[in-house]
């Protein structure tokens, strides 16, 4: 990695009249978050639980809520690191639109960043909602009932099944937030992705769109993507430092 290639992402900063930054795990890895396909992640540890199976067999619920409350720890614990902190400071100066981001950890919240600026494709872990009413349920009072009683929650409001607010293996992709990305997309000048390994798709689309469109692509990852070929500028360091440096942020 060349101080040229910072020079250059600094100057398409400067240059752009719109900016979406797109995030994946990469970012949140810095925070003590393991990715999910990462050895001791998540999905090494336990087989993903289908959506229709969740739906279909309490027991499946059951399993699946035991797994989150046992995972939650590490998320809980986490805080905001300074690759967040920075992209938190591009939007504040309104030199980014928008974050389209593949996580879950609302550390992109937590940092400051309001929630109509942040397109969340994958959900968000921090809270859950209602299957059948979409009504949002706060995580505090379910691992209460589930840990001291074993009551796998459902709505107050209407009795639907309750599911953390994720997209599981097998569950449609929501459509509100797949159309504010692709409009972002479209809007772009200049497209920075950070922190993905870019393979999870549809997600992984958006990046190539904004280049097909004629914007700048830049692509900050810390191993190689498939997408590079495609890039503008593209950065393989640990995220952070290399955000920090890029924005001025400790």
Not at 94 to 107: F, S, Y
Not at 153 to 175: H, L, N, R, Y
């Amino acid at each position: 990695m060349t101080d040229q290639a910072l020079e250059q992402l600094k100057d398409l900063l400067h240059a752009s009249s719109r900016t979406v930054i797109f995030t994946g795990a990469g970012v949140s890895t810095e925070s003590g978050i393991p990715d999910f396909r990462s050895p001791g992640g998540t999905w090494s540890k336990y087989q993903p639980i289908e959506f229709s199976d969740f739906i279909a067999s309490e027991e499946m619920r059951r399993q699946s809520w035991s797994r989150k409350f046992a995972t939650d720890v590490e998320l809980i614990a986490a805080q905001p690191n300074r690759g967040h902190r920075a992209i938190a400071k591009l939007i504040e100066f309104g030199k980014a639109a928008c974050i389209i981001t593949q996580n879950i950890d609302g550390l992109h919240q937590a940092s400051g960043i309001p929630d109509e600026k942040i397109v969340e494709l994958h959900g968000n872990t921090t809270y859950a909602t209602c299957l059948d009413c979409a009504v949002r349920q706060e995580l505090e009072p379910i691992k209460k009932r589930f840990l001291e009683d074993d009551i796998i929650p459902t709505c107050d409001e209407c009795g639907g099944i309750v599911k953390a607010a994720t997209i599981s293996f097998g569950q449609p992709m929501p459509e509100a937030p797949m159309q504010a990305a692709k409009t972002e997309t479209d809007l772009t000048r200049l497209f920075i992705a950070i922190g993905s390994s870019l393979v999870v798709f549809p997600a992984a689309g958006f990046p190539l769109l904004a280049a097909r469109n004629g914007a700048k692509l830049v692509i900050i990852n810390r191993e190689p993507t498939g997408m590079d070929q495609y890039a503008d500028v593209v950065i393989n360091r640990e995220i952070g430092p290399t955000l920090g440096e890029v924005v001025g942020v400790n």
